[in-house]
């Protein structure tokens, strides 16, 4: 499956940004698919999942309540919509896919990735 990240921008703080991840190839709706950022000079962070079939979702301690990962199959698009956004969340943020069933958090246990889009929290 490939994935191509869009949304992306710059917001001021307490800003809102939705992010679509959309995905080509294999059928889509049979792959769960997890959000992850990195900002300059840190390590690739767990964001949010949802699985494929019941659409289960998981996030991050930090941004549940304000960002929501949701899925259009019909679209073969996942988005992430994203409210508050602080400073501290300005980095670049990627959608992985893994066709494998559960809830996964680590980068490593997902298999194809998107080049990511920019998100600037600034004012």
């Known amino acids: 499956v490939q994935l191509v990240e869009s949304g992306g921008g710059l917001v001021q703080p307490g800003g809102s940004l939705r992010l679509s991840c959309a995905g080509s190839?294999?059928?889509?709706?049979?792959?769960?698919i997890g959000w992850f950022r990195q900002a300059t000079g840190k390590g690739r962070e767990f964001v949010a999942t949802i699985t494929a079939g019941e659409s289960v979702t998981y996030y991050e301690e930090s941004v549940r309540g304000r960002f929501t990962i949701s899925r259009d199959n019909s679209k073969n698009t996942v988005y992430l919509q994203m409210n508050r956004l602080k400073p501290e969340e300005t980095a670049r943020y990627y959608c992985a896919a893994r066709a494998i069933g559960g809830v996964f958090t680590h980068p490593d246990r997902y298999e194809y990735w998107g080049q990511g889009t920019q998100v600037t929290v600034s004012s």
């Open positions: 190839g294999r059928a889509f709706s049979d792959y769960a």
